[in-house]
């Protein structure tokens, strides 16, 4: 599976728009197909990568400790693998929300997006502005709540600062 994994990372989500668009039409399955694309790939690429960079004295260690393998994989392997997960997932979350935004600029009647297409084809540029600058503040909150969630899931960790 990881081959396959690899070249999808290489294609931009928005790249794939037109294909999907080919398949599963313009309605709610395209936003349902384009944010699976984007969210999917950079996490299971990222949580990939977060467990093969788990340093095998930690597993050695859950071994003298005689942990079983559900053990061992919520005490070593899951939290070690913790802030690659995150990375991974505050990208692919980043990138859903754009993939939504960009889906509804192109086909939707509903959502900032359009709203952003509609007001420009009535040259409302105010409104234009408005779209911008809500699409900015809710990937900012979106950013914010992953940081919250992250820092609580690793509150064992010491920040440098």
Not at 40 to 53: E, H, K, R
Not at 121 to 137: E, H, K, P, T, W
Request: hydrophobic share 55%; aromatic share 8%; glycine share 8%.
């Amino acid at each position: 599976v990881f081959p396959t994994f690899d070249v999808l990372a290489q294609l931009p989500v928005l790249g794939w728009i037109p294909l999907l668009i080919i398949f599963v039409g313009i309605e709610e399955p395209l936003k349902v197909s384009a944010v699976s694309i984007a969210v999917v790939v950079p996490v299971a690429l990222s949580t990939l990568q977060g467990i093969a960079n788990i340093p095998q004295a930690w597993l050695e260690v859950g071994r003298v400790y005689g942990l079983g393998r559900w053990q061992t994989l919520s005490r070593v392997v899951l939290p070690a693998a913790t802030p690659a997960l995150f990375t991974g997932l505050r990208q692919g979350v980043m990138q859903a929300w754009l993939s939504v935004v960009f889906v509804e600029l192109l086909s939707s009647s509903e959502g900032l997006g359009f709203l952003m297409a509609y007001s420009r084809s009535l040259s409302q540029i105010d409104m234009v502005i408005v779209s911008m600058l809500a699409i900015g503040a809710l990937g900012i909150v979106i950013e914010l709540a992953l940081r919250l969630i992250e820092s609580r899931l690793q509150g064992w960790r010491r920040n440098a600062f």
